[in-house]
């Protein structure tokens, strides 16, 4: 198991980082390699061999630059450093427990170098196949570090402890996959096991000297050490799952009946039983795990001197009669289907040198994995076989239980896809792109605070996006990224991440502490506005959905600077910082911002309002509006009673361009907000389907998905407690609360929910119109019960309620 993380805060000020002492890892010293150049590709193995005369427990802060894989005696301790960027760079503080006698920590290290060809990270179809880092990590050059102050310098401190290294980087071959989508991830990898195990060893050098105090505040270049405020990873050898098709070639084309047949007989590989491939033979087998997981590869091998073994990951197969057929726009068909289908997917490979346990340098994901080896003249045996799961050790506090068998199935494939985004960010999708983004993550959070009692990675993305505003002024649309994005409409979905934790948590420290982020980006955005108070030109890319008949995300008057969807998102951004300066902040700046958002949303009536159609155009003058722009305004709650009314209609209508998976979670929001509670199960149809397809995570978007594990689209989790059980704070801090339920056809609802003091338990039943509750309230806070335009008061503790 992960050795128990300490978090050891920083002293003092963010502006004196590198001038004075301010994280204990400030008095070591970083190591590297003697001749590499310091953005030259290297994967290094440090080793430091040491004795200690009695029982101990220090404490070890240790980072690197790119990635560390750190072991002691053989067996993991910590691997890192989380994902930041420079100006907070994570170190690890781990408890270490040293009994007497000699010990060996081992780090695997490796910086990878950025290519210079534009064109390797833009390209999709027909890329660059230079291979390049995941583009979720930034970062500085290579570098290593380890340092404790409970044991003296020479014991194992880098830069004074006889730390030795291995170059790998010759034993790692790195090459880009071919996956005809976006997919940024870094490359994967062909391991020679015989030069991984023969490296020469030297000396390290000390690159950058333990940090020297500057009393005139000049602050040395270079990283900024900052805790770790994240648990360890989780990291757990999971066996199971079955064999679906086996053939004894390295063929590429389809699954054929015979294929299925003999996997039958295979059934002892996927239960981790010793499997031996003879000499001189090819083996293609495919491994179903039964549902979406994130992890690594796991073979203890035997023998095999001179065998290759390859092992890749996909989502799905797809309907293609081979490999080289599939295109972006291939389909996926039943997920839980391969017979017909072709596998494409990408992974790492090894020539095998002899018994050992396969090394790896990332994880990956998919519910599917394809091995293919090639033996040589000695057999291969498989001793032991299966993944390391990993992820962050989410433990889900809240539950969901219902009269509807077939939503309550569903609620396993949401907190899968949670799981499997939830790593040292929330990501958008585990398998293609591995990064934090704002639309994403307000999302994530939403069922986070709803279900889940640790918050920190939805706390960790809310820093992380306020650090990111330093460049251009804006939040980063994804953050950590090498190469910056900007997004208007995902900068402007910011505060409402702000906004919902001020709600949903009770922590006005940490919100405070964001008001200066707060302000700098509505002032930001503030200087965009003409003087209707409405956004013209703006930045970057102002993605909205994927609506299949728009064109990258962006409806019509999106790209040019004309649209009512990106002025409302102005308005909803405007009303979120108003009410957290209402909460927690300035009460100036508070009415300020709800002068300007109804001036603004005047504005937008003037210029987009169609009296004829009584919609919300898109643009002035466009053919067909969308469903966005109705549900959007009726969510600023502006809007008078007549076209309140007339946007419900037209929503009603379906004659729309219609939201997809990610924006209907605003549509849904709109409805519930609206006493739409038929309109709101409606538009839940396409979520119900999910199981019959195979899915055990949410796809991305409507078929052809690209990713089959993407979070956002598990927000219906958090629109069954917070919509269809309809529990929702009603003041900052979750003070007090409401429950507004929504439960369409369910007759019963059994729901709990996080809140700062413990949790709110629902349970409901409903029958001709009535509603008969039992609802259980922390200490010292109360609420509301709202049904059917009928409102009763709730008090601490235990209330029963028949309306």
């Known amino acids: 198991m992960p050795s128990p993380r300490v978090i050891i805060p920083s002293k003092g000020h963010l502006a004196d980082a590198n001038a004075h002492l301010r994280h204990p890892a400030d008095r070591g010293a970083w190591i590297w390699h003697p001749s590499k150049h310091k953005t030259e590709t290297a994967i290094l193995r440090f080793t430091c061999r040491f004795s200690i005369d009695s029982p101990c427990s220090p404490i070890l802060h240790v980072t690197a630059d790119q990635r560390f894989q750190l072991r002691c005696d053989g067996k993991d301790v910590s691997f890192g450093p ?48 230079t291979p390049t880092p995941p583009m979720g990590q930034m970062s500085l050059r290579g570098g290593f570090l380890v340092y404790s102050e409970d044991l003296q310098p020479d014991v194992l401190n880098t830069g004074s402890a006889d730390w030795q290294l291995a170059d790998l980087t010759d034993a790692v071959e790195l090459f880009r996959p071919y996956i005809p989508h976006y ?25 950058c000297a333990p940090l020297i105090t500057n009393d005139y505040g000049v602050r040395r270049p270079g990283w900024c050490l900052a805790p770790a405020n994240l648990p360890e990873q989780s990291r757990s050898v999971w066996i199971g799952g079955r064999i679906r098709a086996v ?33 001189n033979t090819e083996w293609t087998i495919i491994w179903d795990l039964e549902k979406y997981r994130c992890g690594y590869p796991y073979a203890e091998i035997k023998g095999g001197q001179g065998s290759k073994l390859e092992w890749e990951w996909a989502e799905a197969l797809y309907q293609e009669p081979s490999s080289s057929d599939i295109v972006s726009t291939s389909s996926k068909g039943n997920r839980s289907e391969v017979l017909g289908k072709s596998f494409l997917g990408y992974g790492d490979q090894w020539k095998i040198s002899g018994d050992g346990v396969l090394p790896f340098l990332w994880w990956r994901s998919g519910r599917y994995i394809r091995l293919r ?56 999708s585990p398998y293609y792109e591995q990064m ?12 986070n605070y709803a279900f889940y009692g640790d918050d920190r990675l939805s706390k960790r993305a809310i820093e992380l996006f306020a650090w990111s505003r330093f460049e251009s002024g804006f939040v980063a649309e994804r953050y950590p990224a090498a190469w910056r994005q900007e997004s208007i409409t995902y900068s402007m979905l910011w505060p409402l991440m702000l906004r919902d934790f001020m709600l949903w948590r009770d922590d006005p420290i940490f919100v405070k502490q964001l008001l200066p982020a707060l302000r700098s980006i509505m002032a930001e955005m503030e200087g965009l506005t003409r003087d209707d108070g409405l956004l013209g030109d703006y930045p970057g890319w102002p993605f909205v959905d994927w609506v299949p008949e728009w064109v990258n995300g962006c409806g019509p008057g999106v790209r040019e600077g004309d649209s009512s969807i990106v002025n409302l998102h102005w308005v909803l951004s405007l009303q979120a910082a108003g009410e ?70 037209v929503l009603k209508s379906g004659d729309l361009a219609p939201a997809t998976i990610y924006a ?43 990713s089959d594990a993407h979070a956002w ?91």
């Not at 020679?192 to 030297?202: G, M």
């Open 183 to 207: 997919f940024d991830v870094g490359p994967s990898h062909i391991f020679d096991l015989v030069r991984w195990k023969s490296a020469t060893k030297c000396g390290a050098k000390v690159i």
């Open 82 to 129: 989380d994902r930041g960027d420079i100006a907070h760079w994570t170190v690890q503080s781990i408890q270490m427990q040293f009994d007497p006698g000699e010990h060996e920590l081992e780090a695997i290290v490796w910086w990878l170098e950025e290519p210079d060809s534009i064109g390797s990270r833009t390209d999709q179809e027909g890329a660059d196949p």
């Open 373 to 428: 080896i090639a033996t040589g003249a000695e057999s291969l045996e498989f001793a032991q076989f299966g993944i390391i799961e990993t992820g962050y050790p989410l433990i889900k506090d809240g539950h969901w239980k219902s009269s509807d068998a077939a939503w309550d199935a569903l609620m396993p494939v949401f907190e899968n896809s949670f799981q499997c985004s939830a790593h040292e960010h929330w990501s958008d």
């Open 664 to 706: 209907a979670f605003y549509l849904l929001d709109a409805f519930y907000h609206q006493d739409c509670g038929t309109e709101l199960h409606q538009h839940l149809i396409f979520w119900r389907g999910l199981c019959a397809q195979g899915f055990t995570a949410t796809p991305e978007a409507p078929e052809p998905s690209r």
């Open 436 to 447: 934090c983004y704002v639309g994403d993550t307000r999302l994530h959070a939403l069922s």
């Open 580 to 649: 957290v300066e209402a909460a927690h902040g300035d009460p100036v700046l508070a009415e300020r911002c709800r002068r300007m958002a109804k001036n603004a949303f005047d504005s937008i009536l003037d210029r987009y309002w169609d009296g004829d159609q009584g919609l919300l155009l898109d643009t002035v003058g466009c053919v067909r509006a969308s469903e966005h722009a109705q549900f959007f305004a009726l969510l600023t709650g502006l809007l008078s009673n007549e076209k309140t009314q007339s946007c419900i209609n």
């Open 713 to 803: 689209g598990s927000h219906p989790m958090w629109h069954s407690a917070a919509s269809i059980a309809g529990i929702r704070p009603s003041a900052p801090g979750f003070r007090s609360v409401q429950i507004a339920p929504q439960p369409g056809s369910f007759e019963k609802i059994a729901c709990s929910v996080v809140h700062p003091k413990g949790k709110i338990e629902v349970a409901l039943q409903f029958s001709e119109g009535k509603v008969y509750a039992k609802i259980w309230l922390p200490d010292e806070i109360s609420g509301i019960f709202v049904w059917n335009g009928a409102t009763r008061s709730l008090n601490p503790g235990f209330s029963e309620i028949m309306v």
């Open 247 to 279: 053939r004894d070639t390295w063929h590429a084309s389809a699954v054929a009946p015979q294929d299925e047949k003999a996997a039958l007989d295979w059934r002892g590989l996927s239960e981790g039983k010793p499997t031996i491939f003879p000499p």
